[in-house]
């Protein structure tokens, strides 16, 4: 396993400010955002000019890109030439894993299926795997929906988050059924009743995530995902989240 930072937890800097703090933070590894609201790179940035866009990523500070993490807003035929664009540039800079977004809760099943499927059947084509990130609110929140989702779409794995589970309304839901589909890992500190707490302050069991994942032989990335809280050193909680989980492996 290797320890990775995401790029939206320094939204407000620049890209390439926020590798090179990611960097001095003493990372080797970054997942890269690519959503429409990003200041640092979006799914259209990489459509129009997919040359550029890995002129971009390829003055990474040395740091190895691991994923990308993947919002496009627009829908239709759109939508897969935007993420077939993306499948494309992480061919080429020898990305495997595009993390994505679920539909929202409400949306039907049926719908989802195929559409994820979809967007298998294109990252295959480019050697990339996509795994759907869980997230309150969305179609990819319970774990037996997870699993229905993973079992109907061939080489769809899960970027899994457990904070979802320690705070907010999928709290206390077992998450044992839904770890042999773990392809990414998100982590931060979170209590039962806030989503991200200072490090050390939370209900995280990082050991057991580890462990579970170790005995699966989970040999891919742990991305810290912490965002910027006023009154808290956002740098430290970066670098002590590292240090924490390099610790642990």
Sequence with gaps: MIVAANTASFSELSLSDALQRIADLEYTAVEIAITDDSNHITAADVARDRNQAHEILRKSHRLEVTSFYVEI??????????FEAICELARISKVVTLNVPSAVLGTPFNEEVEHLRRLV?????????????????RQASDPDTIKVLCDNVDNLGLAFDPSIYICGPD????????????GHVYLRDTSSSEFQVKVGQGEVDYGKVISQLNALGYRRALCVDVVEV????????????????????
Aim: hydrophobic content about 30%.
């Design 230 to 249: 006023p009154g808290i050193e956002h740098s430290a909680e970066m670098r002590k989240m590292r240090l924490l989980l390099e610790s642990l492996l």
């Design 121 to 137: 059947e294109i990252a295959d084509d480019y050697g990339a795997k996509v795994c759907i990130r869980n997230q309150s609110g």
């Design 171 to 182: 709290a206390g839901k077992d998450t044992d059924k839904i770890q042999p589909y773990v």
């Design 73 to 82: 807003g627009l829908t239709g035929d759109e939508h897969y030439q935007q």
